[in-house]
Nanobody, 124 residues
Framework: QVQLVESGGGLVQAGGSLRLSCAAS????????MGWFRQAPGKAREFGAA????????YYADSGKGRVTISRDNAKKTVNLQMNSLKPEDTAVYYC?????????????????WGQGTQVTVSS
């Protein structure tokens, strides 16, 4: 069992930056791929970024390429999402997710554990 707790959300002006963090419990964190998803008001949850268990592979949604960086620290059991040049359309609840597989994936259904989410609001 893995428990995930996100932090770092908040209110930021357009063009600003935020760094989201996800702290995981459990001994198997280093064997799990991790992902970040987001859900805007009235919309379905969508993929944002993913990282393999080793951290050697990453993958980004087109909406975030060039602006978003996912990273992990297996010793600290954390995964981070650095978001730059934020836009009002980035406003959403951001969720951290863990996949019981070392390879990353972009499909929501491939993830087994989810955090409660952290709100990110970008003002224009």
């Amino acid at each position: 069992q893995v428990q995930l707790v996100e932090s770092g959300g908040g209110l930021v002006q357009a063009g600003g930056s935020l760094r989201l963090s996800c702290a995981a419990s459990g001994r198997t964190f280093s064997s799990y791929a991790m992902g970040w998803f987001r859900q805007a008001p009235g919309k379905a949850r969508e993929f944002g970024a993913a990282i393999s268990a080793s951290g050697g592979s990453t993958y980004y949604a087109d909406s975030g390429k060039g602006r978003v960086t996912i990273s992990r620290d297996n010793a600290k059991k954390t995964v981070n999402l650095q978001m730059n040049s934020l836009k009002p359309e980035d406003t959403a609840v951001y969720y951290c997710a863990a996949r019981r597989h070392s390879a990353l994936h972009s499909a929501e259904g491939e993830y087994d554990y989810w955090g409660q989410g952290t709100q990110v609001t970008v003002s224009s």
